[in-house]
């Protein structure tokens, strides 16, 4: 259920900002785009609710090991810790932004979406306290997990509004040449500030590939490729192709985009209800190893293992089979075959995750 509701939050804090975002930029800048009132209001209020669910996992389990009652226990987590005082503020917000999303003056005025945009900033902060980088460095883990999350969900957000509540083809290059910038700034900030979580909560990368969520972190890494080849011919190979052929219909691309990002925030939110593995060996003595890394591994496994890379034919011909797949996502594009390229961008990943589960040893 933890991991449902966290890949739905991701979801939520997307559409929200990318519908709000898509509301500043002027008419002319910007595909045609409706966004139900409805399912605003519905992610709104879904926010603190998923919000709970892992605050309620953590009382049902602390309240079975100590036989303190659940609603004390749960009274203790939302006035001591921080995941706790993050929701209190996260509901309050949520409550406010969907009462003024219930007005119909507010939802038509043209300072609704500036007014929606602050406080979603302040929801991905709050989100950003409650977050491991922040329980264990402080000020600068939670300034890093925010700016992450909030270049993804920018990022991602405009991409998922605009493929799917998008209608007709009006502006779209007028849109791209303004959202391919963005979205390269939030992929490079989004880069770095993932880089330095590693560094906080998996400073062992290699290593932590033994256990469930080094598995999750490496398919997380792993479908970035996929949506960065669907980015750059979104971004880069558009114009391109509306020379070439002026009935091109970037849409279905955009959303083929969009899917693998919602693919990235199920696995994600597999990933966040883990506990990262500072000390690879000694979680190991708590933690059960990953199935899928004892599976495919060669060698004897046992938790004293440390990882390393190496070359090896089958690494080799793994290798050679994900450039394999890139050239021809590549040339699917080209001739704008949209279901062929999808696929061979999710084997993309497949591919690389076993050149690199076959190269440890």
Known sequence: MSYVSEALLYLCFAILTGTFILRVVPEHRRPQIHTPSWLLLLCTLAIPVL????IHDSA????????IPYGEMVKNILLELNNGKAWIWSAVASVGLAFLLGLPSFRNDKHMPKVGLFIMFLLILWLGYASH????????GWFVHSAHFLAVTVWIGVLMISSWFASGSRNWEAFLAWFSPVAIGCMLIAFIAGIMLMTFTTPQYVNSWMLPYGQMLLLKHLLIAPLLLFAYTNGFGYRKKLK???GFNPLPWL???SLIALLLFIVTGVLGQQTPPHDVKETLQTVSPS???TTIYNGHFSPDLTLKLSVSLESILMLA???VMIYGLIQMYKENKLLPAFVMGLMTSVFGYFA??????
């Open 291 to 293: 199935k899928l890394f």
């Open 321 to 323: 089979a994900a450039l």
């Open 244 to 246: 070439e052929n002026t």
């Open 255 to 257: 959303k083929a985009e």
């Open 51 to 54: 919000e709970y669910v892992p």
């Open 60 to 67: 049902v389990l602390f309240a079975k090991d100590t036989e």
């Open 356 to 361: 690199l589960m076959f190269s440890v040893g």
């Open 133 to 140: 980088a922040t329980s264990l460095y402080g000020t600068k």
